[in-house]
């Protein structure tokens, strides 16, 4: 009897010694088809409910993002967002191939870096959709507390252009993510002798998105070789007010803060 017990011991450590080797093997062939196909295990998945859902997407790799699809990290963790039509970068028409800048879970302490990661969130796809959207997006995908005292800035942004009168009514009184804009940039105005009367008068006061504003400022400094290298503030030195004002229209519509 004990030699039968014996043999019973036997054959069930070999079953289960075969079962373990045959668990090796498929792991090794599941992890060689991985390899081939170039996986990374940060890389992110195509959401579910979506063509493709649950295949591994690849940046600049064997696989492609959806057209127009863009990657964000949050904590390290890859997100798509998939943008609208003609949300896409100037020439930009090519599946999407670069990242977002990540945002991490602990609040950077510089200012400028905490400026620079939310302004790099893909905001452009929410643009006139209703207010808290975009937030409830960033919650849903796990984004950090720090991220909070922003999302006024990113309400603003996107609640979509505005008529001129809408813009100066604002303008009236303060309010989170938005600040007071010159239609007529103030300190070359008032430099220049034109009455502060005139540039601090409310037809030239609107009040636009703070990302926006400072979009606005950057540009207005920007040298363009189309303009002899010069910016648009060089070019509109000693120019009178009404054409100024005209400008200043313009550059609200261009940046999408006025219809």
Known sequence: MEAQI????ISLSRLSYHAAALHVVLAGRRLQRLLKANFHPTEPRVPRHNTGGGQWT???G???LPSGARVIRVGGEA???KLRPGMLDEGDDSPGSKDFQEIPIVRPRDASDRHSIVR???MAPFVGKPAGTLPRKLEAIGAPAWLREYYPHID???QGPKSLSELQAGAQSSR???DIHHIVEKTPALDEGFPK???NGPDNLVSIPRFKHWEITGWYARKFESSDHMSPRETLSLRPWDERYQFGLYALRKFQVMK
């Open 197 to 199: 009367s005139l540039v």
């Open 120 to 122: 790099s969130i893909p």
């Open 79 to 81: 997100h798509l967002f």
């Open 6 to 9: 014996r043999n019973y011991e």
């Open 176 to 178: 989170p993510g938005y």
């Open 58 to 60: 690849k940046i600049g």
């Open 156 to 158: 603003a942004y996107t």
């Open 62 to 64: 064997s696989y492609r």
